[in-house]
């Protein structure tokens, strides 16, 4: 009797033992089961996963490879209660228990948070919540407010895990967010087919509501495999603003989480495309010294090797002012709602002693946050490009409303794809059923 409870004395001295040992090292002992069920459920379609014990949200994790490998799980913190956050870092591995990793074990460390300092003063700003652990080569993450919580949590897969040095697309365009059931789809299937023309072969598109017609234009598309639909639904976590200005427009946060969609997109597709484009869905980045936006790249970055940023300036078409002749005032357009932008052809002189604002052409490996005008943080020198090599075309409600046409500058650019661009609209038009 005493030899048998001197072992089971023994036994769980050992068990203890190597709990704490674990502990120590920050590994979290788990039911292999049970942990294998929480790291297969599906991640949710609404983008958007509450970090548990808080306010803040995730979005999506990378891998970071300029980082040392740390984990960069794309956030949207309420700055004012920001506490302290933890990492759960989970291998998961299905098809055995060899390899670089044990199967389903999770290690636990303290979380760096970084707010990106451009937030427009909203309560919640968009960050980056960093995660770091030598121990394991995770496959999933989690934050928490607590260090030990596994059961609660809800796990993002980490991307990015393997360093790419050629591309699947060599320009990909990132667009902000659609909202407020937006329904401009004349003009959404124009600037695709202008996008095509000058070398994009990608577009991203963050969707929080549009309309009917613009349903059927985004499924076309996608369909067709040159758009990527993100849904965005921020509005059932939060209350984002119509603006960027809280006192104009208050809310949560800026202008539907545009920064968030911005540097989501850049890490979503550091290792699929060559450069990204950064802009709104009614703007087009325009080169107008070269046919195409490759060429424009291959000249800039000669010019400009180290560079990893290049700003294009942002010049207003006005919606109000037609062109006179009527050329594009195409009958079978007539019942396709949105704006028809190849008939405002004029544009709006600089305004004294104001700075143009300018979008940006980027080499995403050489960036690691955005704001919505300028990089907020990246490697080598930001390059302003010339208007007269490349600018962007805005056509929208005007900032000089009071000029007439005769004090505009008649620009045709858009005109110089007539051939190929019309025909390409209807069939766009066509095959999205309207």
Known sequence: MKQRYLGLLAGVCTF?????????????????????????QPKTADTFTRIHGSKHLMVSAFKDHRRNGAI????????????????????????????????????????QVEIHSDHYGFPYGTSDVFCTSPSIKATHVSISTHSNDIDSLKYLPIHNKEMKESFKYSFTVCISNLFGEYKNALQFVQTMEVYKLIGIQR??????????????????????????????????????????????????????????????????????SRYLLLNDIDEIIMPYKHKSLGDLMDTLQKQHPASGVFNIENHIFPKTQFDDSGRFSRPEWKSVPGLNILEHIYREPDRKNVVNPTKMIIDPRRVE???????????????????????????????????????LYEDKKLWEFEEKLIPNINRALNESGL
């Not at 700055?79 to 989970?90: I, W």
């Not at 300028?374 to 490697?379: A, E, I, N």
């Not at 390059?383 to 900032?399: A, G, M, Q, T, Y």
């Open 369 to 407: 946050q955005t704001s919505v005008h300028t990089m907020l943080k990246h490697f080598g020198p930001a390059i302003k490009v010339p208007f007269d090599v490349c600018h962007i075309i805005h056509v929208r409600v005007p900032l000089q409303g009071y000029l007439h046409k005769d004090q």
């Open 203 to 272: 577009v991203v598109i963050y969707n929080s509501s549009c309309g009917p017609d613009v349903e059927k234009v985004l499924k076309h598309y996608s369909k067709e495999g040159t758009l990527e639909v993100v849904p965005w639904p921020i509005d059932k976590f939060l209350k984002p603003s119509h603006g960027w200005q809280p006192a104009e427009s208050p809310g949560d946060l800026h202008y539907y989480g545009q920064l968030t969609t911005l540097n989501e997109c850049i890490y979503r597709y550091m290792y699929q």
């Open 16 to 40: 203890t033992v190597s709990l704490l040992m674990w502990w120590h090292r920050g590994i979290i002992p788990w039911d292999q089961h049970r942990l294998s069920v929480l790291l297969d």
């Open 72 to 111: 960069r799980v794309i956030s949207i913190i309420k700055r004012q209660d920001l506490q302290e956050l933890y990492c759960v870092l989970c291998v998961h591995n299905n098809a055995s228990t060899k390899g670089d990793g044990a199967l389903n074990q999770c290690v636990s460390s303290k979380a």
